[in-house]
Protein backbone atom coordinates (compact mmCIF):
# COMPACT_ATOMS: atom_id res chain seq x y z
CA UNK A 1 0.00 0.00 0.00
CA UNK A 2 1.58 3.61 -1.23
CA UNK A 3 1.09 5.80 2.05
CA UNK A 4 0.97 8.98 -0.52
CA UNK A 5 -2.35 7.89 -2.03
CA UNK A 6 -3.67 6.33 1.35
CA UNK A 7 -3.47 10.43 2.34
CA UNK A 8 -4.03 11.93 -0.67
CA UNK A 9 -7.48 9.75 -0.35
CA UNK A 10 -8.05 10.45 3.08
CA UNK A 11 -8.08 14.14 2.55
CA UNK A 12 -9.96 14.07 -0.92
CA UNK A 13 -12.83 12.32 0.94
CA UNK A 14 -12.50 15.31 4.39
CA UNK A 15 -12.47 17.97 1.86
CA UNK A 16 -15.42 16.62 -0.16
CA UNK A 17 -17.50 16.18 3.06
CA UNK A 18 -16.13 19.56 4.16
CA UNK A 19 -17.83 20.83 0.88
CA UNK A 20 -20.57 18.89 0.75
CA UNK A 21 -22.64 19.00 3.84
CA UNK A 22 -25.48 21.60 4.63
CA UNK A 23 -24.52 24.57 6.64
CA UNK A 24 -27.75 26.04 6.44
CA UNK A 25 -28.70 24.72 10.43
CA UNK A 26 -25.23 26.52 11.50
CA UNK A 27 -26.68 30.09 11.75
CA UNK A 28 -30.06 28.84 14.11
CA UNK A 29 -27.81 27.10 15.93
CA UNK A 30 -25.51 29.85 16.40
CA UNK A 31 -27.58 32.37 16.99
CA UNK A 32 -29.29 29.07 19.44
CA UNK A 33 -25.68 29.32 21.57
CA UNK A 34 -25.51 32.91 22.35
CA UNK A 35 -29.09 32.88 23.84
CA UNK A 36 -28.08 30.49 25.87
CA UNK A 37 -24.86 32.92 26.49
CA UNK A 38 -27.11 35.88 26.97
CA UNK A 39 -29.37 34.52 29.10
CA UNK A 40 -26.32 32.78 31.20
CA UNK A 41 -27.79 29.29 30.85
CA UNK A 42 -25.27 26.07 30.32
CA UNK A 43 -24.33 24.49 27.26
CA UNK A 44 -24.40 20.35 28.14
CA UNK A 45 -22.52 18.41 25.65
CA UNK A 46 -22.34 14.46 25.27
CA UNK A 47 -20.63 11.63 22.75
CA UNK A 48 -18.79 8.38 23.42
CA UNK A 49 -15.10 7.90 22.56
CA UNK A 50 -13.82 10.43 19.62
CA UNK A 51 -17.24 12.43 20.00
CA UNK A 52 -16.81 12.83 23.71
CA UNK A 53 -13.54 14.48 22.69
CA UNK A 54 -14.86 16.77 21.01
CA UNK A 55 -17.13 17.79 23.33
CA UNK A 56 -14.25 17.90 25.71
CA UNK A 57 -12.79 20.06 23.14
CA UNK A 58 -15.80 22.18 22.42
CA UNK A 59 -15.95 22.67 26.53
CA UNK A 60 -12.86 24.61 26.27
CA UNK A 61 -13.25 26.75 23.50
CA UNK A 62 -16.68 28.06 24.48
CA UNK A 63 -15.50 28.83 27.90
CA UNK A 64 -12.11 30.14 27.75
CA UNK A 65 -11.45 30.88 23.95
CA UNK A 66 -15.35 32.46 23.14
CA UNK A 67 -14.70 35.26 25.82
CA UNK A 68 -13.41 37.85 23.76
CA UNK A 69 -12.63 40.84 25.24
CA UNK A 70 -15.74 41.52 26.75
CA UNK A 71 -15.17 38.46 29.23
CA UNK A 72 -18.53 37.06 27.68
CA UNK A 73 -18.44 33.15 27.79
CA UNK A 74 -20.68 30.42 26.89
CA UNK A 75 -21.11 28.31 30.47
CA UNK A 76 -20.41 24.74 28.92
CA UNK A 77 -20.21 21.10 30.52
CA UNK A 78 -19.41 17.67 29.32
CA UNK A 79 -21.32 15.21 30.72
CA UNK A 80 -18.55 12.76 30.36
CA UNK A 81 -15.79 14.87 32.00
CA UNK A 82 -16.84 13.99 35.89
CA UNK A 83 -15.85 9.93 35.87
CA UNK A 84 -17.13 9.21 39.61
CA UNK A 85 -20.29 10.11 38.00
CA UNK A 86 -20.07 8.52 35.11
CA UNK A 87 -19.29 5.28 36.46
CA UNK A 88 -21.53 5.59 39.56
CA UNK A 89 -24.22 5.29 36.68
CA UNK A 90 -23.02 3.03 34.78
CA UNK A 91 -22.47 0.52 37.56
CA UNK A 92 -25.84 1.57 39.65
CA UNK A 93 -28.29 1.95 36.55
CA UNK A 94 -26.68 1.11 33.12
CA UNK A 95 -23.69 2.72 30.75
CA UNK A 96 -27.02 4.16 28.41
CA UNK A 97 -28.51 5.96 31.38
CA UNK A 98 -24.96 7.97 31.89
CA UNK A 99 -25.76 10.75 30.24
CA UNK A 100 -29.82 11.06 30.40
CA UNK A 101 -29.60 11.12 34.78
CA UNK A 102 -27.16 13.75 34.35
CA UNK A 103 -29.86 16.01 32.47
CA UNK A 104 -32.23 14.89 34.94
CA UNK A 105 -30.42 16.39 37.59
CA UNK A 106 -28.97 19.59 36.18
CA UNK A 107 -31.24 20.78 33.30
CA UNK A 108 -32.64 24.49 33.86
CA UNK A 109 -35.29 26.47 31.82
CA UNK A 110 -32.35 28.48 29.49
CA UNK A 111 -30.19 25.52 29.09
CA UNK A 112 -29.73 24.14 25.22
CA UNK A 113 -27.97 20.68 24.75
CA UNK A 114 -26.06 19.11 22.02
CA UNK A 115 -25.09 15.85 20.98
CA UNK A 116 -22.54 14.17 18.93
CA UNK A 117 -22.35 10.85 17.56
CA UNK A 118 -21.50 9.65 14.19
CA UNK A 119 -23.17 7.31 13.64
CA UNK A 120 -26.74 9.29 15.56
CA UNK A 121 -27.71 5.70 17.03
CA UNK A 122 -25.49 5.93 20.70
CA UNK A 123 -28.52 4.64 23.07
CA UNK A 124 -26.92 7.44 25.59
CA UNK A 125 -27.14 9.91 23.65
CA UNK A 126 -30.01 9.15 21.72
CA UNK A 127 -32.03 8.95 25.20
CA UNK A 128 -30.26 12.42 26.43
CA UNK A 129 -32.05 13.57 23.98
CA UNK A 130 -35.24 12.62 24.22
CA UNK A 131 -35.35 13.61 28.03
CA UNK A 132 -34.03 17.23 26.75
CA UNK A 133 -36.57 17.45 24.64
CA UNK A 134 -39.09 16.28 27.58
CA UNK A 135 -37.99 19.46 29.20
CA UNK A 136 -38.56 21.69 26.27
CA UNK A 137 -35.10 22.29 26.21
CA UNK A 138 -33.32 22.82 22.56
CA UNK A 139 -31.31 19.74 21.22
CA UNK A 140 -28.53 20.38 19.07
CA UNK A 141 -26.61 17.10 17.00
CA UNK A 142 -23.68 16.30 15.19
CA UNK A 143 -24.12 13.36 13.20
CA UNK A 144 -22.42 11.28 9.99
CA UNK A 145 -23.51 8.21 8.58
CA UNK A 146 -27.11 8.46 7.60
CA UNK A 147 -27.83 10.64 10.75
CA UNK A 148 -29.32 7.60 12.81
CA UNK A 149 -32.04 8.60 15.20
CA UNK A 150 -30.33 11.42 16.63
CA UNK A 151 -30.73 13.34 13.13
CA UNK A 152 -34.36 12.33 13.63
CA UNK A 153 -34.96 13.60 17.32
CA UNK A 154 -33.05 16.50 17.81
CA UNK A 155 -34.14 20.60 16.80
CA UNK A 156 -31.33 21.49 15.07
CA UNK A 157 -29.03 18.93 13.35
CA UNK A 158 -25.65 19.34 11.47
CA UNK A 159 -25.57 16.07 8.93
CA UNK A 160 -21.69 15.35 7.84
CA UNK A 161 -22.94 12.42 4.70
CA UNK A 162 -19.81 10.11 5.12
CA UNK A 163 -19.59 6.55 6.37
CA UNK A 164 -15.78 7.13 7.78
CA UNK A 165 -15.81 7.95 11.49
CA UNK A 166 -12.19 9.91 11.20
CA UNK A 167 -13.96 12.15 8.38
CA UNK A 168 -16.90 12.78 10.04
CA UNK A 169 -15.14 13.24 13.72
CA UNK A 170 -12.83 15.75 11.56
CA UNK A 171 -15.45 17.69 10.19
CA UNK A 172 -16.95 17.89 13.60
CA UNK A 173 -14.19 19.42 15.45
CA UNK A 174 -14.22 22.02 12.70
CA UNK A 175 -17.85 22.44 13.46
CA UNK A 176 -16.83 23.39 17.14
CA UNK A 177 -14.06 25.61 16.30
CA UNK A 178 -16.10 27.76 13.88
CA UNK A 179 -18.97 28.44 16.23
CA UNK A 180 -16.44 29.53 19.03
CA UNK A 181 -14.63 31.58 17.31
CA UNK A 182 -18.01 33.11 16.06
CA UNK A 183 -18.94 33.38 19.46
CA UNK A 184 -15.78 35.08 20.19
CA UNK A 185 -15.84 37.67 17.43
CA UNK A 186 -19.42 38.41 18.52
CA UNK A 187 -18.16 39.40 22.57
CA UNK A 188 -15.47 41.20 20.71
CA UNK A 189 -18.65 43.39 19.00
CA UNK A 190 -18.65 47.42 21.23
CA UNK A 191 -21.71 46.80 23.04
CA UNK A 192 -24.25 49.02 21.81
CA UNK A 193 -26.30 51.53 24.43
CA UNK A 194 -30.02 51.02 24.44
CA UNK A 195 -32.04 54.21 22.46
CA UNK A 196 -33.85 56.20 24.91
CA UNK A 197 -37.29 56.86 25.01
CA UNK A 198 -39.73 58.87 22.70
CA UNK A 199 -39.45 62.91 24.34
CA UNK A 200 -36.73 61.88 26.49
CA UNK A 201 -34.28 64.63 26.87
CA UNK A 202 -31.32 65.03 24.34
CA UNK A 203 -27.64 65.05 26.62
CA UNK A 204 -25.76 67.73 26.43
CA UNK A 205 -23.18 68.13 23.64
CA UNK A 206 -25.47 65.14 21.71
Known amino acids: MDPERFFDDYYQRLGAALAGFDRRPLRRIAELLEGVRTRGGTLYVAGNGGSAAICEHLVC ?17 SLSSNAAMMTALANDLAYRDVFREQLRYYLRPGDAALFVSSSGN ?15 VPTIAFVGFDGGLLARLADHVVHVPSNDYGVVEDVHQ ?17 RRLPSPPPGAPIPPGS
Open 61 to 77: DATKGARGRSGRSLRAI
Open 122 to 136: SPNVVDACRLARARA
Open 174 to 190: SLMHCLTQYLRALADLP
